[in-house]
């Protein structure tokens, strides 16, 4: 039952906190000093072009109600001018492109999937290399293990991601010539493609992030073995693999879940560098895109949808870890 109002009130919460980005979000791109409907058109466009294109995208109308066809939109769609007709903007309705009156919705589903794949592929390289390293770590405090393993953490953390991704293509594509140069491949037309010209920026990522866990899953584990029941369960003869496997790591892993979560929100709208270095149609693009050519409904959208993940990351975080560890759950 305390489990249950646990979860609910941090989606109550996550609600909350996504009106208050939507609010924050347009009052920063709309409400700012400076004419979007001139931002839309154009420097070359006359007085009149300019208030055609401020009746047709509603800036017109008073602030609050501009807001409310925004939210509006978002579950029911809107209608557009457009011509001597009107364009239906299917729900969620984020609105019109101002370059090529394109869904903005459209435009961020195309690069969804390309920016999820990095995601989802480097997460798992990052919590299989970050926890294994750490661990062992752990383990081997003192020996010449862990000073290898601490060395090569801090390198990694250290170490830019694009310089790791630039000495991935250099050794396994220009030197080894074990791998083609990456060409973003979707999942849906060949899977196999897919899997190989994700591999390269999957490992980038990844063995970037990874350096960070290694750290944090050899703390937290040197904390858990610390603790006074562990030394229990070795004052009455349980083995050392079931004290790790059985209670050292799950104590560890908690910190571990929920920073993975956090993690993969911001990747969703973090991953510009690598998403630019390896060629991948990803949200980074569109964004770096849309930010150039002043296309600020597009930039709003994208901004929403990250800020977004990253607000639900949060409560899935919030809601693991109380599995993880019920005491949070019931305090």
Not at 106 to 118: F, K, N, Q, V, Y
Not at 290 to 313: H, Q
């Amino acid at each position: 039952m305390r489990f249950a109002l646990f979860t609910t009130k941090r989606l109550v919460g996550a609600v909350l906190v996504l009106l208050v980005l939507s609010v924050a979000l347009y009052a920063l791109f709309y409400l700012v000093p400076g004419d979007p409907a001139r931002l839309a058109c154009g420097n070359r466009c006359n007085v009149e072009q300019v208030a055609q294109v401020r009746e047709r995208l509603g800036l017109n109308e008073p602030v609050y109600a501009q807001y409310l066809h925004f939210v509006q939109g978002l579950f029911t769609g809107r209608d557009f001018p457009a011509g001597n007709g009107v364009q239906h903007c299917q729900a969620p309705c984020l609105g019109l492109s101002r370059q090529n009156d394109e869904e903005v919705t459209s435009l961020i589903a195309e690069g969804l999937p390309a920016t999820a794949s990095l995601a989802l592929g480097a997460m798992v390289i990052w919590l299989l290399l970050g926890v294994g390293t750490g661990l062992v770590s752990a383990l081997r405090r003192g020996g010449i293990t862990e000073r290898v393993l601490t060395v090569l953490t801090l390198a990694g953390s250290g170490t830019p991601v694009f310089i790791l991704g630039l000495l991935l293509l250099m050794a396994v594509c220009a030197y080894l010539q074990w791998l083609p140069f990456p060409s973003y491949v979707p999942l849906t037309r060949d899977p196999e493609q897919w899997a190989w010209n994700m591999l390269l920026p999957w490992l980038a990522l990844g063995l970037f992030e990874s350096a960070k866990y290694a750290r944090l899953t050899r703390s937290s584990t040197l904390e858990v073995l610390a603790e006074d029941h562990v030394r229990t369960f070795r004052a009455y003869g349980v083995s050392e693999r079931a004290v790790v496997t059985r209670h050292a790591l799950r104590g560890a892993l908690p910190p571990v879940i929920a920073l993975s979560a956090l993690d993969l929100g911001t990747m969703l709208g973090g991953a510009m560098i690598t998403e630019q270095l390896f060629g991948l149609p990803g949200l980074g693009r569109l964004l770096i895109e849309s930010v150039r050519e002043v296309d600020l409904p597009v930039v709003v959208g994208i901004v929403l949808v990250t800020g977004a993940a990253v607000v639900i990351a949060n409560a899935v975080a919030d809601v693991l870890y109380a599995l993880a560890d019920r005491r949070v759950a019931l305090s």
